[in-house]
């Protein structure tokens, strides 16, 4: 069966001093919730998030997760998270 993918951007702005470092936690979380997800920078705050997966369902269980390990991680710190879904 042919695999589904859900594609969108996540967009990041945080203005503490160790905002890199956080930004890099909250996208590792991320990425290592699972392995069908890939997340890519794309410059000035904004990363490219692929999920690939058998079944719709199944994508966007392991997107929610991933999405959800990153706004905790950057609202927990003071930054503002968004993700804007690719049609």
């Known amino acids: 069966p042919k695999e589904v993918e859900i594609t969108g951007t996540i967009n990041i702005k945080i203005y503490e001093p ?3 470092d956080i930004v890099k936690e909250a996208l590792t979380k991320a990425h290592t ?4 997800i890939e997340i890519k920078n794309l410059g000035g ?3 490219r998030t692929t999920v690939n997966a058998k079944e719709f369902k199944e994508a966007e269980k392991i997107l929610k997760n991933a999405l959800d390990n990153v706004e905790k991680t950057i609202t927990d710190n003071g930054g503002n998270y968004e993700f804007i879904r690719k049609d």
Do not use: F, H, L, Y
């Open 18 to 20: 160790q905002g890199v």
């Open 33 to 36: 919730s699972n392995e069908n």
């Open 45 to 47: 705050g904004s990363w």
